[in-house]
């Protein structure tokens, strides 16, 4: 028995689907900055801070990096209310999101600031620079340059696995194509749709990454 395309409900789920990209793009936006912030600080502390918070940068990043995401989002969302935190669903989304990539990305953080030549630092140490303007003013900027296609791969990565969030009721791209496949009974239409949405998404994101990398690192280094 043959199987009949059908997409003549797409024009009444467009704003469904738009609606669902945009809090997709909002939760990978929000991750990425707070992520990046985080994994700077947890690789210099990793590098330069006292053994007690060096332990805990590398517990964390273990636990985070050996442990399922969807079961970290449900240990977040399904557990901390048993201690008396209860977290909106889009909060709770954020900071799964967020803790996991920062534990992926303070590893690449980390061999970006190891890459840099130890002569840069000298230098700047000889020229008078403290040594948070060193990190910030010297060896960041050239540890960036290094790690940028890493990271923007993290970050897409990260972008489609925000799927997940899904499963407590945050209404992204995936929400809203199980709610419209479950009242037109079109899963096919319905996810190939959106799996064209993400793979739009995917190639927008590392399209721009690109760009503004090229554009802050180049004028950063030189």
């Known amino acids: 028995m043959g199987y009949s395309l059908d997409f003549g409900w797409l024009e009444g789920a467009a704003g469904a689907i738009a609606r669902g990209a945009a809090m997709t793009i909002l939760l990978?936006?929000?991750?990425?900055?707070?992520?990046?912030?985080?994994?700077?600080?947890?690789?210099?502390?990793?590098?330069?801070?006292?053994k007690w918070l060096k332990r805990a940068i590398?517990?964390?990043?273990?636990?985070?990096?050996?442990?399922?995401?969807?079961?970290?989002?449900?240990?977040?969302?399904?557990?901390?209310?048993?201690?008396?935190?209860?977290?909106?669903?889009?909060?709770?989304?954020?900071?799964?999101?967020?803790?996991?990539?920062?534990?992926?990305?303070?590893?690449?953080?980390?061999?970006?600031?190891?890459?840099?030549?130890?002569?840069?630092?000298?230098?700047?140490?000889?020229?008078?620079?403290?040594?948070?303007?060193?990190?910030?003013?010297?060896?960041?900027?050239?540890?960036?340059?290094v790690i940028f296609p890493a990271l923007t791969s993290q970050i897409v990565i990260m972008m489609l696995e925000s799927s997940v969030v899904s499963q407590i009721a945050v209404r992204e791209l995936t929400y809203e194509a199980d709610m419209l496949q479950a009242r037109t009974f079109r899963a096919f239409e319905t996810y190939l749709v959106v799996t064209m949405v993400y793979l739009g998404l995917s190639v927008a994101l590392r399209r721009i990454l690109v760009g503004v990398g090229r554009r802050t690192l180049s004028a950063g280094v030189s």
Do not use: C, H, W
């Open 58 to 145: 590398t517990g964390y990043v273990e636990v985070i990096r050996n442990t399922p995401f969807l079961v970290q989002l449900f240990f977040i969302f399904f557990g901390l209310p048993s201690l008396g935190i209860r977290l909106d669903p889009i909060v709770a989304a954020i900071l799964a999101m967020t803790l996991n990539m920062a534990a992926y990305t303070t590893e690449i953080v980390g061999a970006g600031l190891d890459a840099v030549p130890r002569g840069q630092r000298e230098a700047a140490f000889a020229l008078g620079l403290r040594p948070r303007q060193v990190f910030v003013k010297i060896v960041l900027p050239q540890a960036m340059k």
């Open 28 to 50: 990978i936006a929000v991750t990425t900055i707070a992520g990046t912030v985080i994994s700077v600080l947890a690789a210099a502390g990793r590098r330069s801070g006292p």
